[in-house]
């Protein structure tokens, strides 16, 4: 069976420090891969997606950016956090090309300090 | 872009009354998807409905896709069942990420 992982579960960032937050897809192949942010325990917003390596689609221009430099590895990443980057990411994935149901990650709580 | 709307965006509950959740949309879908976030925000898929009626223990589910909406019904509502309800749709052909209502924050008394 198929499984998602993402870490750390939280973290405790100080404003300008870099960021890496990686998710890992097990027991597929080719999926599509998500990562969404939910502020203020409400409301999850896309931040990027992929459809395979090395392609990302950005959904909102940000301070972040995101990997996929395997088939099923999704790293989000900073260069400088904000306090505005605080939230709670969620990473997600479901099979390629279908019409399947997207899978969540348990999540990753981020407080910028 | 499609919009989602939920309502109600909140809702109390005693312990083992019914109640019914509702998700609009503006467009025609391809997926739609309930989730209950837990209190840990863990995002728990509970309903894969594009269109038609499922159900799942005390949770049933219905879309009626002429007419953009869905429902998701609880009976019996336990403590358990609190936490917020998400509504999401996809739009486009299998490769186009969610879109997720506001939701709906169900607190469960008992």
């Known amino acids: 069976s198929q499984t998602i992982h993402q870490w750390p579960a939280t973290l405790v960032q100080p404003v300008g420090s870099p960021l890496s937050l990686e998710c890992t897809v097990e027991g597929t192949s080719n999926p599509n891969l998500y990562w969404y942010r939910q502020a203020a325990g409400r409301g999850l917003q896309l931040l990027f997606y992929?459809?395979?390596?090395?392609?990302i689609s950005s959904e909102v221009p940000q301070n972040l950016s995101a990997s996929r430099p395997q088939d099923r590895q999704f790293i989000l990443s900073s260069k400088k956090l904000l306090l505005s980057d605080s939230g709670f990411y969620l990473c997600?994935?479901?099979?390629?090309?279908?019409?399947?149901?997207?899978?969540f990650g348990d999540g990753t709580r981020l407080s910028i300090l | 872009g499609i919009q989602v709307e939920q309502s109600p965006p909140d809702l109390i509950l005693q312990e083992g009354a019914n109640s019914t959740l509702r998700c609009n949309f503006s467009d025609s879908v391809n997926n739609l998807q309930w989730f209950h976030q837990n209190p840990w925000g863990q995002l728990i898929n509970l309903f894969y409905?594009?269109?038609g009626t499922k159900q799942n223990g005390r949770l049933s589910a219905t879309t009626v896709a002429t007419e953009r909406y869905s429902l998701l019904y609880i009976s019996s509502s336990q403590t358990t069942d609190s936490g917020v309800y998400f509504c999401a749709v996809e739009r486009g052909s299998g490769n186009t990420p969610l879109v997720f209502g506001k939701g709906t924050r169900l607190s469960v008394i008992a």
């Open positions: 997600a994935w479901k099979p390629g090309y279908s019409n399947q149901p997207q899978h």
């Open positions: 409905i594009p269109s």
């Open positions: 992929s459809v395979g390596i090395g392609q």
